[in-house]
């Protein structure tokens, strides 16, 4: 997993881990990034990634644990997908490799910042009890609305 530091419409940097990167077509760009709960907290207090509450479809009762980390699906905005296929070839490692390069050399550029991104699902792995931990595992979580929209 590699690192990739976002920036907020505050200025304020964030850090996470690219879990997993997924261009279904040139239209459909999306990243699976780790963050830690307070991280994910920021996030939604403040409505980032376009995480606006009213977009939450089917907001989990349980509350998520403040020691496991979640994993947080955005897709890329259909315009800023037209930009980035202007910038680097449409392919999951340069995508990837050019996100690093502006998180590292213009934390302002608009690929990295929290806006040109939207919050797709949530998701946190469950602590089971040990005699069910063989059985597999169990992710709590959201999905919102942008999905069927963009």
């Not at 990243?31 to 409505?47: A, P, R, S």
């Not at 040990?130 to 929209?149: A, C, H, P, R, Y």
Request: net charge negative.
């Amino acid at each position: 997993m590699k690192k990739l530091e976002w920036t907020d419409e505050f200025g304020r940097r964030l850090d996470s881990e690219v879990f997993h990167i997924k261009i279904k077509d040139e239209k459909d760009i999306r990243l699976t990034i780790l963050v830690d709960y307070h991280t994910y907290e920021y996030i939604y207090k403040n409505e980032l990634f376009n995480l606006y509450h009213e977009a939450i479809m089917n907001p989990s009762k349980d509350e998520f644990a403040q020691d496991q980390p979640l994993e947080i699906e955005l897709k890329l905005s259909p315009d800023s997908i037209e930009l980035l296929a202007l910038a680097v070839s449409i392919e999951e490692d340069e995508v990837l490799d050019y996100l690093h390069e502006k998180a590292a050399n213009q934390p302002e550029n608009i690929f990295i910042n929290t806006g040109a991104w939207y919050v797709m699902k949530v998701k946190q792995k469950v602590n089971l009890p040990k005699e069910l931990q063989e059985l597999g595992s169990v992710k709590i979580g959201f999905v919102t609305n942008w999905d069927k929209m963009l």
